[in-house]
């Protein structure tokens, strides 16, 4: 619906009407129909903006018999259920979690174990809400929002009888209230997320074990010999005293800090420790999470658009590594990038030695 100007219009006029100026259509969110970890922001603002997208709606649905018209109807009667404002409170505090938790996971310095640690400790805060407890705070809110918003109340769906050639003799058991109904969903939600982050992130199920020992054996200096067996290029006897000093001397926590010691190392001191250096590849060749290939195909959609469609490949492998190291391609002096772009070339210099004379700055168009 965020797509038709007419119903932008309406709900701009509710929002006026309504003394909520600060309000705008794009603040409803769509939803994401492939990345549902990026959903929170969409569940949230149409909690916030409940009762104004219900009177945009019932107005949009009579303007006529037009298209959007006829999805205006549709997306009311589902709103006006309150079956519908129920399914959203419950799905935003654990969509809020693990959008959270997805954030933290593709992060450019995240390692395997602390991964893992983050995994459990949301796992356990997801598994404290499988109570009675916790659902009945959420359907309590729901009914009193559901008043206020003169929604259908919640109650128990028509109760659909199987043929008899396929039912047994014993009787069904039947929910007493509308409470118990959406109870057993709620938790029969909360168990499916606890239960897909368990098994998604069991070690006895993935090949995250072995990056696990390989991590240990960095940060506690102490060589795991069954797994310095499968890898040839590690020496067990080498790798034990240099892990021993390069632990005495610089003591990393995690891979990060090991990385980063590295990293200030002199040349001299770097030669100490070819096996570390090794050990160090193995954990870095393979990151946590595929993220990083991912945002490079992200980035490839916004570098070569329709009006670039003509780019040959070496200057789209250009403009890619200019991406990508923005940060230190933001540091680069274009005064000097134009001084030796000008002097490669005696035309160039003839043509624009008027401009460097004064020292002005050469802007070129890419």
Known sequence: ??????????????????????????????LCPTRWLCRLPA??????????ILLSLKEMADVG??????????????FQKGETLLGLMIAARPVALLEQLNSVLQAKSATVSGMLETVKISTESIRAWYSDEVFHEIFIAAEEKGE?????????????????????????????????????????????????LSDRYDLSKSGLAQYVKLENMLTSGK??????????????????????MFK?????????????????MTPEVRSLFPQVVVLLKLLLVC?????????????????????RATMTQPRLNCVSVCHVHREK?????????????????????????????????IIVYM
């Open 1 to 30: 619906m965020n797509r038709s100007g007419k119903y932008r219009a309406i709900f701009r006029a509710i929002c006026v009407s309504n003394e909520s100026e600060s309000l705008h259509p794009s603040a409803i969110k769509p």
């Open 43 to 52: 569940i949230q603002s149409a909690l916030d903006n409940y009762s104004t």
């Open 65 to 78: 018999v037009t298209e959007s018209a006829t999805k205006a109807n549709g997306l009311l009667d589902r």
């Open 148 to 196: 206020t918003y003169q929604l259908d109340p919640l109650e128990i769906p028509r109760r659909r009888c199987p043929p008899k050639r396929y039912a047994d003799q014993v009787a069904r058991n039947q929910p007493a209230n509308p409470e118990e109904h959406y109870k057993k969903q709620y938790l029969e939600f909360i168990d499916a997320v606890s239960k897909g």
């Open 223 to 244: 060589v795991n010999l069954d797994v310095i067996s499968k890898y040839p290029e590690l020496d067990k006897c080498s790798l034990q005293m240099q892990l021993e």
């Open 248 to 264: 005495h001397n610089y003591k990393p926590d995690t891979l990060n800090d090991a990385k980063l010691s590295y990293r200030s």
């Open 287 to 307: 990151p946590v999470s595929s993220c990083e290939c991912e945002r490079s195909f992200s980035a490839l959609r916004r570098l070569k658009t329709w009006l």
């Open 329 to 361: 391609l933001d540091k680069v002096d274009v005064r000097q990038l134009a001084r030796i772009f000008i002097e490669q070339s005696d035309n160039r210099r003839k043509i624009l030695e008027l401009f460097t004379k004064y020292g002005n700055i």
